[in-house]
């Protein structure tokens, strides 16, 4: 079966760069989330987009910015990258029957800011 | 705001024993979702088990299987027959059953986490 695809799978910048993490949910799937997974520490809810528009949002800073694509994929923009970004970003999918309430994930970008 | 709670940061069991990873949350909802992920050290995040709030039958796969206690709000997860391969680092969470519909998040909210070892 299809699972959520993530590209790049790593990723190694430099402080004050641009960085662009791409997510392709499960076909048919319409609902995208974004996950930041920190050294040590569990999961922390970033932003979701439900077609394509943004549905709820977390602790997600302002130098971040994300979207939703007519074919359901979604971008996450990080600019002015700091040393505290470097982080596993999981992006999940699901689909919204009843709410949707199994959510899918990838397999994560591990970025690295130097 | 819901929380989750993990009291085990770390623990052991012999292979083909049986180990049981606590887990508690907090939430004044009434429907929910709660869901054991497990991330082996290639950090991939798999879903283990998942239990509607409203089923007060608990959940079973295979050899996992969770003892859900719905007014102590506790979770637990049991796996038997430890396997080597089930050496990974095991997220309780939770999950709105509202979502979208009543306008509210659905967002997944994690535990911090108990790491399961497996003894050959």
């Known amino acids: 079966a299809a699972g959520v695809i993530q590209s790049p799978r790593h990723l190694i910048k430099e402080k004050r760069e641009t960085a662009t993490l791409k997510c392709y949910p499960i076909?048919?799937?319409?609902?995208v989330y974004w996950y930041q997974q920190g050294p040590g520490q569990d999961p922390q809810f970033l932003i979701s987009f439900y077609e394509k528009m943004q549905s709820d949002k977390g602790s997600i800073p302002d130098r971040f910015s994300a979207q939703q694509f007519s074919d359901y994929h979604s971008e996450l923009n990080m600019s002015s990258l700091e040393l505290g970004d470097s982080a596993l970003y999981f992006c999940?999918?699901?689909?919204?029957?009843?709410?949707?309430?199994?959510?899918?994930f990838g397999p994560g970008t591990r970025l690295l800011v130097l | 705001a819901q929380t989750v709670t993990q009291s085990q940061p770390e623990m052991s069991v012999q292979e083909a024993e049986t180990v049981t990873l606590s887990c508690t949350y907090d939430?004044?909802?009434?429907?929910?979702?709660l869901f054991w992920y497990k991330q082996p050290p290639s950090r991939q995040m798999i879903l283990v088990i998942r239990?509607?709030?409203?089923?007060?039958q608990n959940a079973t796969e295979n050899r996992f299987s969770v003892n859900f206690q719905k007014a102590a709000k506790s979770f637990s997860l049991k796996i038997s027959d430890s396997q080597l391969g089930d050496a990974a680092m095991y997220f309780c969470?939770?999950?709105?059953?509202?979502?979208?519909?009543?306008?509210?998040?659905?967002?997944?909210?994690f535990g911090k986490g108990t790491r399961l070892h497996i003894l050959p």
């Open positions: 939430t004044s909802e009434s429907d929910y979702y």
């Open positions: 999940a999918s699901s689909l919204s029957d009843r709410g949707g309430e199994t959510q899918y």
């Open positions: 239990q509607e709030a409203y089923k007060q």
């Open positions: 969470a939770y999950r709105s059953a509202y979502g979208r519909q009543r306008n509210r998040d659905d967002k997944i909210i």
């Open positions: 076909p048919r799937h319409d609902t």
